[in-house]
């Protein structure tokens, strides 16, 4: 079974950055799994923000995040990062991490069978 645990979330002023991180264990040997980054805020769906292979290059990142946040991934550790740069207001959300083997593009959370606990990224004055 899939386990997947957040950290890094907090609050940060506009413009300031933080770093998410995924540590994903049970991973099917040889599964062509990806990794996104999906947030919910109050109110709204849970969109996905970024995604990656944990076996092939080409992330994706939705057009919101592009230019300010960067996914990447430490295979060594099965963790997965999400670096967000000059965040927003509108950054403000539950984000969560996704485990599935599909390949990465604008994918639903619907596609994702794995999920983490969330952590909450706070943008304000």
């Known amino acids: 079974q899939v386990q997947l645990v957040e950290s890094g979330g907090g609050l940060v002023g506009p413009g300031g950055s933080l770093t998410l991180s995924c540590a994903a264990s049970g991973l099917r040997s040889g599964g062509l799994y990806s990794v996104a980054w999906f947030r919910q805020a109050p109110g709204k769906e849970r969109e996905g923000v970024a995604c990656?292979?944990?076996?092939?290059?080409?992330?994706y990142y939705a057009d919101s995040v592009k230019g300010r946040f960067t996914i990447s991934r430490d295979n060594a550790n099965n963790t997965v990062y999400l670096q967000m740069n000059n965040l927003k207001p509108e950054d403000t959300a539950v984000y969560y991490c996704?485990?599935?083997?599909?390949?990465?593009?604008?994918?639903?959370?619907?596609?994702?069978?794995?999920w983490g606990q969330g952590t909450q990224v706070t943008v304000s004055p």
């Open positions: 990656i292979s944990l076996v092939y290059d080409s992330p």
């Open positions: 996704a485990a599935e083997i599909l390949v990465c593009g604008s994918r639903l959370a619907t596609d994702f069978g794995s």
